[in-house]
């Protein structure tokens, strides 16, 4: 069985779909010239959540239509903290190649001077999981869950 196929690695296949989807709209805003406009940077979240919404469906339908509450913020946030940290790693190794754009980051950002390719990886971790955090919650809410017993 393969990664992509077992019903326990859930939150690893769709991390990894995230990453790859924030890699290539990356890749695709770098061609583009379109890298400094903050704001498509809400793209995102939109690929994040569809991430995480397909992550918590599959675990319900793989799992006999059955997803308890606290399962499923594990596999929400999990998936969001894997895709959001193989995006970093790999916006650490391209800001270490492209020093051009690293550069034009501390010369832009207002807290720039104080960030390098290190910290400004695990900044985008961190942002990844704290919104991967916040888009589980909402999404529990629209996804059925089991209740909770005591």
Do not use: W
């Not at 594990?74 to 940290?85: E, M, N, Q």
């Amino acid at each position: 069985m393969s990664l992509f196929t077992n019903p326990n690695r859930i939150p690893e296949n769709y991390g990894i779909k995230i990453a790859g989807g924030l890699i290539l709209y990356f890749l695709l805003m770098k061609l583009l010239g379109l890298s400094h406009h903050v704001e498509l940077r809400l793209f995102n979240l939109l690929i994040q959540v569809a991430g995480i919404y397909y992550a918590l469906k599959k675990f319900k339908t793989t799992h006999g239509a059955h997803i308890n509450y606290f399962r499923a913020l594990i596999v929400g946030v999990s998936t969001a903290g894997i895709g959001s940290v193989i995006f970093a790693l790999f916006l650490f190794a391209y800001m270490k190649i492209d020093v051009a754009m690293m550069q034009g980051i501390i010369d832009n950002e207002p807290m720039g001077r104080y960030l390098n390719a290190y910290m400004a990886a695990f900044i985008v971790a961190l942002e990844g999981v704290f919104s991967g955090m916040l888009v589980t919650f909402v999404l529990i809410n629209y996804v059925a869950t089991d209740e909770v017993s005591s």
